[in-house]
């Protein structure tokens, strides 16, 4: 199990996310934690973890061609 926190790009919070089995139940508690800020689940774009670290966009048109200063945050394995 590793720990996983969740990083907003906008006004640099940080967000303990806790301990995941892996990668994956990691982003989508991260993309239930956008829901809960009004972010419709069905348009949020992930991208590849690289380095134990996944970005998230709002939708397609933000994440098209973005290396992440669109990305709304990033979920990041401690």
Not at 2 to 14: A, L
Not at 65 to 73: F, H
């Amino acid at each position: 199990m590793s720990y996983y926190t969740i990083r907003f790009t906008s006004g640099n919070e940080t967000r303990d996310l806790g301990r995941f089995a892996n990668d994956t139940e990691a982003a989508i508690d991260a993309e239930r934690v956008l829901a809960n800020r009004g972010y419709d689940m069905d348009e949020l774009v992930t991208g590849e973890w690289e380095q134990g670290r996944l970005l998230i966009w709002a939708d397609e048109a933000d994440a098209e061609g973005d290396s992440g200063a669109k990305a709304l945050c990033s979920v990041e394995r401690c």
